[in-house]
C-alpha cells in the first residue's frame, strides 16, 4: 500500500511509528538541539540515507553539515555492530520467515561482506514490525545492536538488497512467495522458520 511505502522511505515518519507501536526504533528530530546525546548522526530525510550520511559529530557539526542536505534529519549517535535482516510478509500481513545477518563490511551503505546469524526474539519483532506498518512482499531491515545486545532499529526498505541473495540461498523464497501470491495462490499460515547460521556472503 502507498501508506507503507511512504513510511518506509520517510524515515522520520518510520521512526515515529516503530516507537508508537512499541518497537526499539531510533528517534528522529528536524533540529539537533532537543537531543540529550552529545553525538548526532544526520542524514536525508527521505532516500538513501547512507550516501551522505555523517556519524558521530557534535550538535553544531551536525548543523553546518545538514546545510549541504536538501531535507536533513537528526538522530542520536549510536554505536554498535549493524545488521540487515530480510524478511517477507504475505498479502494478509503474514511473516514468513526472517533472516538476520552481520553487515561485516559494508561499503558505500551496501554489505559486501555479511555473515547469517539467530536470534529468535529479533527475527519475531522485525517481522511483526514490517507487517504492522502495512509493508507486503520481501523488506529488508536494518539495524545496530549496541554493546549492551540492545537493538536499535533504523529503516525497513521495500525491496530486496543487494546482499539478498545470501538469504534466498538459505531457505527465504521471496521471489518464489511473490510469483505464487501474483497468481492467486494464498500461501497458508506461516510454518517455523529455519535457516543456518554462519553463512557469508562475499561481494566485490
Known amino acids: ?6 513510511a518506509c522511505l520517510d524515515k522520520m ?14 528517534p ?6 532537543p537531543l540529550d546525546e552529545s553525538r548526532v548522526t544526520v542524514k536525508e530525510r527521505r532516500g538513501q540515507g547512507s550516501r551522505k550520511i555523517h556519524l558521530d559529530l557534535t550538535k553544531e557539526e551536525a548543523e553546518e553539515h545538514a546545510g549541504t542536505l536538501d531535507d536533513p534529519i537528526f538522530q542520536p549517535h ?14 494478509e500481513g503474514r511473516a ?54 540492545q537493538l536499535h532499529i533504523l529503516e525497513i526498505n521495500p525491496r530486496l538488497g543487494g546482499a539478498s541473495p545470501l538469504s534466498l540461498a538459505c531457505g527465504l ?16 499460515e506461516p510454518t517455523d522458520f529455519d535457516y543456518p547460521a554462519g553463512m557469508r556472503l562475499t561481494r566485490d
Not at 528522529?28 to 538541539?33: G, H, S
Not at 549510536?78 to 498479502?91: F, H, I, K
Open 96 to 149: 514468513h520467515g526472517t533472516i538476520l545477518r552481520w553487515r561485516d563490511l559494508v561499503v558505500d551503505g551496501e554489505s559486501k561482506v555479511t555473515t547469517t546469524f539467530r536470534k529468535a526474539e529479533w527475527e519475531r519483532d522485525l517481522g511483526e514490525l514490517a507487517s504492522l506498518i502495512g509493508l507486503r512482499g520481501h523488506g529488508l531491515a536494518q539495524a545496530i545492536v549496541d554493546k549492551e545486545l
Open 28 to 33: 528522529v528530530f528536524e533540529d539537533p538541539r
Open 1 to 6: 500500500p502507498p501508506s507503507a511505502i511512504e
Open 78 to 91: 549510536v554505536t554498535g555492530r549493524e545488521l540487515s535482516a530480510d524478511l517477507y510478509v504475505d498479502r
Open 13 to 26: 515518519l518510520f521512526a515515529n511509528k516503530a516507537s508508537k507501536l512499541g518497537f526499539p526504533s531510533i
Open 173 to 188: 523464497k521471496s521471489i518464489e512467495w511473490f510469483l505464487q501470491e501474483s497468481a492467486g495462490i494464498d500461501l497458508g
